[in-house]
């Protein structure tokens, strides 16, 4: 069963403030009581050694002229007044209630004695002397000569400190009862100041529960639930944006999917045709069939390239993928791809411009993979530069970075495709790269980044990135139109001059 939080402020008001007021109650009331017995007994005891003053002073022993006397000390002092002599004799001077043979108590006939002998200065008693409640002070009674005399007693029922402190605990529960409406009220608008914005939360809570991200608590902060609301706010942008991620992965995956259809379509095609013809015997010419298959073998190495490319990718992008990396020269990097490359150059009567700096450019790298990334970016270059043109591949470096760019001066890419081109299955739209499957810029990005290094690419003007520093090294003048890819690597060591070796001196002066 629920119960509402008013209730249990409501009941934890009451039982605090129950205990609050008996504590404090019964405190304040025994202080009270005794303080107001010890008021009224040093008010009794002055009002004694007055009378015993005057009896002393006057040494009034005449019965009527002390009747008289005694009814004049009860209108002033409002007690009963007795007087007793040395021989103990008690005379009751003053007082609505008869004295009577008996009566008397042995404390107060010890009270007597000590006050009569001198022993005490004086003394007080609570008795019943009166069959009820009574404070009595004594004091001794001196004549002119300083002796003793007898004693002064005087009696006041303790009724009137009773009645004081029943009025006094009445007051106090008045008060408690006020202080309940009080408490009442202020665990309402509690609850209320607690509540709702709990029920704001709660609210939040089921519409994100509904999938409902964009709602928000709109809580002003200031305390502990506001400093949940606000958890909870981070929380509902936090699924928001793993929705709008989600949602992209979810298209990424379709585009990816709806990509590699596309992509196998056309050589599978191809490939079914092919074989279809040369199954039903439609070709017989004997070139023509070699034709056919030369087709075939093409489209066969084409779906090899790209699955190969397709488990490339997919590696690099696993985390649990782990390079072999060490430190190693950047220069015989640069050398091993310019060789590679060579012949695919010389086929189209390509120079390759090699430009190396003399400084130690050293990274800590997977070799084989900084290789396949020059590899990708020479071959692009040169597949999409005509015969006779450069393709320039050169090295520098700064402070803490190494730098490696690539230029060819060709067709060039077009500026609607060059925010594009390091995505996966982008084709350049010329005839250049009919055989390309797309995904080596791609890959090429991928394994720069596993290097904490960037790659960047700038065409005919068109810039994402600004160009690498001008060597030292002079350069070719370039045409209008160019396109250069720079790849920028953290640095191993910082830059110092190296030696000249044999393969280093390639590098600066080499060119094929």
């Not at 350049?428 to 499957?437: F, I, L």
């Amino acid at each position: 069963m629920k119960i509402p939080l008013f209730k249990k402020l409501i009941f934890i008001f009451y039982l605090v403030l129950l205990l609050f007021t008996g504590i404090l109650s019964g405190v304040f009331l025994l202080l009270f009581r005794e303080q107001t017995f010890e008021v009224h007994q040093i008010h009794m005891v002055e009002q004694a050694q007055a009378i015993a003053e005057y009896i002393g002073r006057y040494n009034t022993n005449r019965r009527g002229i002390m009747r008289m006397y005694g009814l004049f000390l009860q209108q002033i002092a409002v007690a009963d007044v007795w007087l007793v002599d040395r021989q103990f004799n008690i005379q009751q001077i003053s007082g609505s209630a008869p004295l009577e043979a008996g009566t008397i108590s042995e404390p107060m006939n010890r009270l007597i004695e000590q006050v009569v002998t001198g022993t005490v200065p004086y003394g007080v008693l609570l008795s019943d002397v009166f069959n009820v409640p009574t404070q009595t002070a004594a004091v001794p009674v001196f004549n002119s000569s300083g002796t003793v005399t007898g004693a002064v007693l005087l009696h006041a029922p303790v009724s009137g400190i009773n009645k004081s402190l029943h009025q006094t605990a009445i007051a106090l529960a008045v008060g408690a009862a006020v202080a309940a409406v009080i408490a009442t009220v202020a665990a309402y608008i509690l609850s209320r100041q607690v509540t709702r914005p709990l029920f704001k939360i709660a609210d939040t809570v089921h519409a994100l529960e509904a999938g409902h991200y964009d709602h928000r608590c709109n809580i002003p902060p200031g305390d502990e639930i506001s400093t949940l609301a606000e958890n909870i706010d981070r929380l509902a942008i936090r699924l928001e944006a793993a929705r709008q991620e989600q949602a992209s992965l979810d298209r990424m995956r379709e585009n990816f999917v709806a990509t590699i259809s596309h992509e196998l379509r056309t050589p599978v095609a191809v490939l079914k045709g092919s074989v279809e013809v040369l199954k039903d015997g439609i070709i017989t010419v004997p070139h023509e069939i070699d034709a056919y298959y030369r087709q075939m073998y093409r489209e066969t190495v084409y779906l090899e390239r790209l699955v190969n490319d397709l488990l490339e990718l997919s590696r690099l992008q696993d985390d649990r993928f782990r390079l072999e990396k060490d430190i190693v020269s950047v220069h015989q990097i640069i050398q091993d791809a310019a060789r590679a490359i060579r012949q695919v150059a010389r086929k189209k009567n390509i120079t390759l411009q090699v430009i190396c700096t003399e400084e130690d450019c050293r990274i800590q790298a997977d070799y084989s993979r900084i290789r396949q990334v020059l590899i990708i970016l020479l071959d692009n270059a040169v597949k999409f530069s005509r015969p006779e043109q450069t393709v320039q591949l050169e090295l520098s470096r700064d402070s803490q970075q190494i730098i490696i760019t690539v230029t060819d001066y060709g067709s060039g890419i077009r500026a609607e495709e060059l925010p594009h081109i390091f995505d996966r299955f982008h084709k350049a739209s010329t005839g250049s790269n009919h055989d390309g499957t797309g995904l080596g810029l791609a890959i090429a990005r991928q394994i720069i980044s596993r290097h904490g290094g960037t790659i960047t690419a700038e065409s005919t003007g068109n810039t994402t990135d600004a160009p690498a520093a001008d060597s030292a090294q002079k350069q070719p003048e370039q045409p209008d139109r160019y396109t250069r890819f720079t790849v920028r690597l953290p640095a191993a060591l910082p830059p110092v001059s190296v030696p000249e070796g044999p393969c280093h001196k390639k590098c600066v002066n080499g060119r094929d």
